[in-house]
T-cell receptor
Framework: GAVVSQHPSWVICKSGTSVKIECRSL??????MFWYRQFPKQSLMLMAT?????????EQGVEKDKFLINHASLTLSTLTVTSAHPEDSSFYIC???????????FGQGTRLTVV | AQSVTQLGSHVSVSEGALVLLRCNYS??????LFWYVQYPNQGLQLLLK??????LVKGINGFEAEFKKSETSFHLTKPSAHMSDAAEYFC??????????FGSGTRLLVRP
């Protein structure tokens, strides 16, 4: 199989603090991972493409200084929400793909609540 | 550029009835098409995918979808709805880069 694990599943943080979310491919190597954001009752919006060993590619409108992405190894990508504000509260989901494969495997998501 | 349109934000069916969730796409390159299901506060589970080859694709849990290039559609069907099918369903398109563009989603309600 192909398992992608996100941690934590949920997190509550105070406004102004930073939060790190991890995305791991447990049984395969992923040169590329993707980060999505989902507001309540809405669809998933791609935030950025995370490439191992290089800078992430951000979608238009996504603040790269606010959403820091690091893809330090072939099995781990991290998303850090810096100086979080209540409007950053959302469901964040990552996905990863096997080289040569045709589908993306999703993590279980992280519910972020900023108070 | 690619895009996906899902007609109907909510679909309600009776248990045992046919399920039909509509998806139309736009793509300048041959598309890869996917249907995902999402249960509350969970990630996405792949139901089925079309990449190349047979246009009628069978997936898990009795779902299937047909790729119709002439209609730019990829509708999801299931002959007989089950209560456990109640969830949010997302159609998505990709250009093989694994970067997915999602539709707005359709919430399926199954009435007893």
């Amino acid at each position: 199989g192909a398992v992608v694990s996100q941690h934590p599943s949920w997190v509550i943080c105070k406004s102004g603090t930073s939060v790190k979310i991890e995305c791991r491919s447990l049984d395969f190597q992923a040169t590329t991972m993707f980060w999505y954001r989902q507001f309540p009752k809405q669809s998933l919006m791609l935030m950025a493409t995370s490439n191992e060993g290089s800078k992430a590619t951000y979608e238009q409108g996504v603040e790269k200084d606010k959403f820091l992405i690091n893809h330090a190894s072939l099995t781990l990508s991290t998303l850090t929400v810096t100086s979080a504000h209540p409007e950053d509260s959302s469901f964040y989901i990552c996905s990863a793909s096997k080289q040569g494969g045709t589908e993306a495997f999703f993590g279980q998501g992280t519910r972020l609540t900023v108070v | 550029a690619q895009s996906v349109t899902q007609l109907g934000s909510h679909v309600s069916v009776s248990e045992g009835a046919l399920v039909l969730l509509r998806c139309n796409y736009s793509s300048s390159v041959p598309p890869y098409l996917f249907w995902y299901v999402q249960y509350p506060n969970q990630g996405l589970q792949l139901l089925l995918k079309y990449t190349t080859g047979a246009t009628l694709v069978k997936g898990i849990n009795g779902f299937e979808a047909e790729f119709k290039k002439s209609e730019t559609s990829f509708h999801l069907t299931k002959p007989s709805a089950h209560m456990s099918d109640a969830a949010e369903y997302f159609c998505a398109v990709s250009d093989s880069s694994y970067k997915l563009i999602f539709g707005s989603g359709t919430r399926l309600l199954v009435r007893p």
